[in-house]
Each structure stands twice: as structure tokens, then as C-alpha cells.
């Protein structure tokens, strides 16, 4: 086999590191919360590090679009399966937003490679604005994302307590309102919050656009296999 070893592209190397961490992360979920937010956050800020990785050094690979989407998508359902266990009351609603992510996004990437797209993110010809918006804009992108994955991270640590309050200068002031807490997990899991229902709403946008965009193409083969 000539030419580059696409799996030793520094992109790639970085997305096995990833999936390394959120695997010792889920190990340690149910008795180490700590270590396993640290893990779980360490391999969500790499997958800022591995786009920009790959723009820098010119290593762009089908293979590390499909990697990144398939870490991304099955770091969220494992978080969220986990979640459903912690928060049983909750399942059905954590289920579904898992089912939501991981169709979505597989379906817009399968559209997208049908149109010869080289990634996901990369959009075709049709597409919301709000969609469009998002995915073109790097740090939209990276806000929504890390709002999304700290809302789940914070409602696991809420699990097993408030975390810290009081003790730092800046939740002085809320600390006041609400003697004893709120702590940093549910500050978080608040400050989450608008931004986790942002991106479950994209998702549907995404979900229904790509579903239009296959319906179009099986469309479009029809009418020449009959002309």
C-alpha cells in the first residue's frame, strides 16, 4: 500500500486518544465521578483540538470525519444511557434525546457522502439557516457544543452532590440569595441548560432536512431511470 498512512494522521492519533479517555471515563462513572467528568471534559475539549489539527496540517480524511461523528455520537449515548440510571424518572426522556442525536447525525452524514460532501459539517446545497449558521460558524459551534456535553456532565456530578459553593469569590452573590448552594455542578447544569435545548433543536432541523434532502435524491434517480 503506497502513498500517506491516513490512520497515523496526527487528526486521527487524537481521535484514538479520545475514545481512550471517554472509555476510562465510562469505567469509572458509577464510583469515581470526579476523575470521570475530568476524562470525559478532557476528550470533548480534544475534539476542538483534532478540527483544528487537521486544518493546520492539512490532514482532512474521510476516515477522521467519520471517526469524530461516530466518537461524538456514541460519547453522548453512553453519558446519556448512564443518565437514564441515575435518573430513572428521567429515562424516557434521555432515551429519546439519544435516539434524536445519533439519527440525526447519521442520517445527515450518510446524505451528505451521497452528495460527495467530505464531511457532515460541510453543508450541501439545501439546509436551514439556522443549520447553515451553526455549522459554518466555528465558534457558534464550539459554544453549543460545550454548552450541550457540560448540561449532561453537570447533571451526572449533580448526582452525587452540589459540588463546590460558597468557597469562591464570584458565587459570593448567589451564594447570598441561596444560603448553602447552589453549587458549581447545578450553576452549571443552569447555565447549560438553554444551550442543551438549543442543540436538541437543531437536531431535529438536522434530522428533517436530511430526510428531505434523501427523499430528493431518490427522487431525482427516479425521474432519470423514467426519462
Not at 73 to 86: E, G, I, M, V, Y
Not at 95 to 120: E, F, I, N, P, R
Not at 122 to 139: D, K
Not at 188 to 205: D, E, I, R, S, Y
Request: hydrophobic content about 50%; proline content about 5%; overall charge positive.
Amino acid at each position: 500500500m503506497g502513498g500517506e498512512n491516513v490512520f497515523l494522521f496526527v487528526p486521527n492519533l487524537i481521535g484514538y486518544a479520545r475514545i481512550l479517555l471517554a472509555a476510562v471515563a465510562f469505567w469509572l462513572m458509577p464510583t469515581r465521578p470526579g476523575p470521570a467528568a475530568a476524562c470525559y471534559g478532557l476528550a470533548g475539549l480534544l475534539d476542538a483540538v483534532d478540527g483544528h489539527m487537521a486544518r493546520l496540517l492539512g490532514q482532512g480524511s474521510r476516515l477522521g470525519a467519520m471517526l469524530d461523528m461516530l466518537t461524538d455520537r456514541l460519547s453522548s449515548l453512553c453519558l446519556l444511557l448512564n443518565l437514564a440510571l441515575l435518573y430513572p424518572r428521567w429515562a424516557p426522556l434521555l432515551q429519546l434525546g439519544v435516539a434524536l442525536d445519533v439519527a440525526s447525525h447519521w442520517l445527515h452524514m450518510h446524505w451528505s457522502t451521497l452528495q460527495g460532501l467530505t464531511s457532515h459539517k460541510a453543508l450541501g446545497g439545501e439546509g436551514h439557516p439556522l443549520l447553515r449558521r451553526y455549522y459554518e460558524s466555528r465558534p457558534l459551534l464550539f459554544l453549543l457544543c460545550a454548552g450541550n456535553e457540560s448540561f449532561y456532565c453537570c447533571l451526572y456530578l449533580l448526582h452525587w452532590g452540589e459540588g463546590p459553593a460558597g468557597e469562591l469569590n464570584w458565587f459570593a452573590l448567589v451564594c447570598t440569595v441561596f444560603p448553602g448552594g447552589p453549587g458549581l455542578a447545578r450553576l452549571g447544569l443552569w447555565l447549560g441548560a438553554p444551550l442543551a435545548a438549543l442543540k436538541t433543536f437543531l437536531n431535529l432541523l438536522q434530522l428533517g432536512g436530511a430526510l428531505r434532502g434523501v427523499a430528493a435524491l431518490d427522487a431525482a434517480e427516479r425521474s432519470r431511470k423514467c426519462s
